[in-house]
């Protein structure tokens, strides 16, 4: 970890981190810091993604949820670097904060927008792994599943030798859920739930500290949806990943995240966790969102959605880019662009001036914080080089 | 007023290759009745595969049934797909960006069945107008005047329920008609087939598998897997007590924030394959109350409640056959409603 133009730093907060904080916010594994993205050059570029700062604590599960080209998976994509052409980063930084300590260093803190392509490699796949929402295209349609396990460990993991590279890729299967004998299928010739599964074992191989979940479901019908998803937050929890879990469908992320991060027209416009958020929305667009979701109980009455349709990136509105159907409106919306900041008295943060002091929310959002939050299990099991499978 | 009767469709798929090829019989739907009314919409849920949009297609004559009648008005159409059933019954696709024309423009769209049709009543401009109004696209010569492409998925969704409209049809026939929407305007166009079912009186038919979405907006929803009717209900009914478990399961996965304790699924694995269903009830390999009888006969459609029929044993009493309805919990258990809702000011 050093030489030229190595920036591998040790962040104040890293070297002297707690154990494991279940508050998740003492200890961040991946620390987003003023991270845009533009598409394309000069005047014609587009601001996918603005100045946003996210942190994702270890071993937690943070949801992004936004609209399609709200800029969540631009996001993901930039801060590790998986980006293509023509996007560019245009600022900020992308802190992993590493657990490992190899022979003995302190904990690494490696800045992903500034690392060669020798750190990246070092940490991509192994410490930050992906799954993508159309196994189809991620995998390799010409060869099996088993070589493509094959590859990855003999790549990572050259210590070991081919039989006990079966075995593990076999373990692997089993972990979520599938026989060892499907290493010797096709992906073609597995089910679209077989397939998610099949790369999600693959991104658990190397025991990653981070899982970035781009729709990992999407494509999936509910039923298997929800199995595959039960089944990643119970290796979640035994496996200690944290997890940056990024969808369009809120109320699933309701029930799987413990925070949650709106993102709107390249912008992250409010964080909470998630029980706060779907309980007591302080954001229009988050509260507008959430009354998108027709309910599954009691009497059904007519909901209006957001009136609209989401900006075209080309064309933002001056001002918040939310305020054209934000009903609670006032004169400061069209014209300044509302920042990211933490909300008095309370662990959220929300981007909108109606929560300035300036103006008077409405009542809508402003409702209490729920009391009785309701917290998924964690217990961590510590995981340091050997994996406890 | 539009009405399937024993609908079955099946499709020859090729399977290997070479000296092992052969042709398999891949069962879509099988013997499926729904009846769409004036004024109301129906919904059918399922997954992918489940045949709902094959069903769909039966009814708009795209598809011709291996077997089975499609009936408008109590009579039976013809094999052939005429001008004058297209003229009652139209079909919205699911992916608005497919089913527009990129190259015309939305005044286009509109203008050929209206000329083809005649009926725009010698005006086709005002008939244009008066369309992009009936779709809340306001106003309508900012809109007739563009090109799909600079339309977003909700407008070009609502130009083709409008194109649809043109003929003056007396039956819609929406297939996934929001689900390529973003979540935000899906609710938008959701509530435009709520106002053309109350105040023009359409039968709608809306084919979709999200069930909160059904529940929303149809007044009957019924259920297909694996080809197969197994439920059928109005739809708060079908929703808060669910009789057949395959509706049991879909309920228990659909995302549901309200729910105050993790969700227990009714049960797992995967639907089975069309090509061989399996005997007896295609629902029991997977199904937690399997008995005998579910693995040997397929299960008659009783009916357990009013208007609330069902396709399962469970329901069906060994010695007369008379309806039961024991035995079978609700999946889901009321919550108390929404907190936004109840603290809403007045």
Known sequence: MSGPGVSALTSPGSSDAPEFAPGGDVDPVLEIKGLSVDYGFGDNAV??????????????????????????????????????????????????????????????????????????????????????????????????????FDELLATHRPELNRASRRDRAGELLELVGMTADRLRSYPHEMSGGMRQRAMIAMALALDPQVMILDEPTTALDVVTQREILEELMGLRDRLGFAALFITHDLSLLVEFADDIAVMYAGRLMERAPAASLFRAPRLPYTYGLLHCFPPMHGERYRMEGIPGSPPDLRDLPPGCAFHPRCKWAIPQCRQDVPKLEPLAGSPREVACWLHRGTATAPPELMLPDPTAVRTRSVSVIETSGERAV | MLEGRGLTKSYWVKRNTGLLARRSRLHAVDDV?????????????????????????????????????????????????????????????????????????????????????????????????????????DPPAKYAD???????????????????????????????????????????????????????????????????????????????????????????????????????????????????????????GAPPSLLAPPPGCRFHPRCPHVMEICKRMAPPTVTVATAHAAACWLHVDSANGVVDGVGVTPATSPSPQREAEVQRPP
């Open chain 1, 47 to 148: 601001h996918a993604v603005a100045e946003c700062d996210l942190t994702l604590g270890r071993g937690r599960v943070l949801g992004l949820a936004g609209e399609s080209g709200s800029g969540k998976s631009t996001l993901a994509m930039a801060a590790i670097r998986l980006l293509r052409s023509p996007g560019v980063i245009t600022g900020g930084e992308v802190l992993f904060h590493s657990k490992r300590t190899s022979a003995g260093e302190p904990t690494p803190t490696l800045d992903l927008l500034a690392a060669g392509e020798e750190e990246l490699r070092a940490v991509r796949w192994s410490e930050i792994a992906i799954v993508l929402q159309s196994a189809l295209n991620a995998l390799n349609p010409v060869s099996t599943i088993g070589a493509q």
């Open chain 2, 33 to 137: 009745s729904v009846q769409l009314r004036a004024g109301a919409v129906t919904a059918v849920v399922g997954e992918s595969g489940s045949g709902k949009t094959t069903v769909a297609r039966l009814l708009a004559r795209i598809v011709k049934p291996d077997a089975g009648d499609v009936l408008l008005d109590g009579k039976v159409v013809a094999a052939a797909r005429t001008r004058s059933f297209a003229a009652q019954v139209q079909m919205v696709f699911q992916d608005p960006f497919a089913s527009l024309n990129p190259v015309h423009k939305v005044r286009h769209h509109l203008a050929r069945p209206l000329e083809i049709h005649h009926t725009a009543d010698g005006d086709v401009e005002a008939a244009i107008r008066q369309l992009l109004h009936r779709v809340a696209l």
């Open chain 2, 146 to 268: 563009k090109f799909p492409h600079e339309l977003s998925g909700g407008q070009r969704q609502r130009v083709a329920i409008a194109r649809a409209l043109a003929v003056r049809p007396r039956v819609l026939l929406a297939d996934e008609p929001v689900s390529m929407l973003d979540v935000s305007i899906r609710l938008g166009v959701l509530n435009l087939l709520a106002d053309l079912r109350d105040r023009e009186r359409l039968a709608i038919l809306y084919v979709t598998h999200d069930i909160a979405s059904a529940r929303y907006l149809a007044d009957t929803i019924v259920v297909m897997y694996a080809g197969q009717l197994v439920e059928s209900a109005p739809s708060v009914a079908l929703t808060d007590s669910p009789a057949h478990p395959y509706t049991q399961l879909l309920l228990s996965a659909a995302p549901d924030p309200d729910r105050l304790e993790p969700p227990t699924l009714a049960a797992r």
